[in-house]
């Protein structure tokens, strides 16, 4: 499963991983990660500075896991980038965006994962029988 969210912030494109680094840092900062998620979603100036920390943090995460992953280092977004005159629409967007990534940093990989390995041996047998299904007397449809 693919960890790191993708993301566009005033043009520029950036990758927020949320990592036990980032854990960490949260954990100095606010002091646990369940007052950060809780500043994330209040309605104050309290929120503007979790998501402003956060979008930094996390871009600078994605960047070096995708660094290290072999790719091109993507732009970086900095707090600064993050200001108190963009529209509340872009600032709710920003918002979502981290709520995400954090959100993926604990997700797990469940059975039926729409990313989970695929036996093509398997489904290519399947195949042929459903059509070798079709030209006979009855059919089944599997779901």
Not at 20 to 43: N, P, R
Not at 68 to 97: Q, W
Request: glycine share 6%; charged share 30%; net charge negative.
């Amino acid at each position: 499963m693919d960890r790191m969210l993708k993301a566009t912030f005033h043009q520029k494109t950036v990758y927020f991983c949320y990592t036990i680094s980032v854990l960490f840092d949260a954990v100095d900062k606010f002091g646990t990660v369940q007052l950060a998620l809780d500043m994330l979603q209040s309605d104050g100036k309290d929120a503007y500075d979790a998501v402003q920390w956060f979008a930094a943090r996390l871009s600078q995460e994605g960047a070096a896991c995708r660094k290290e992953m072999g790719y091109e280092c993507p732009e970086i977004l900095t707090e600064g980038d993050v200001s108190l005159r963009m529209p509340p629409v872009e600032f709710s967007n920003l918002r979502e965006a981290v709520v995400e990534a954090v959100s993926l940093g604990y997700r797990r990989e469940l059975p039926g994962d729409e990313n989970q390995e695929r036996d093509l041996g398997l489904e290519e047998l399947n195949e042929k029988k459903e059509k070798a299904g079709e030209s006979g007397q009855s059919t089944t449809t599997r779901r």
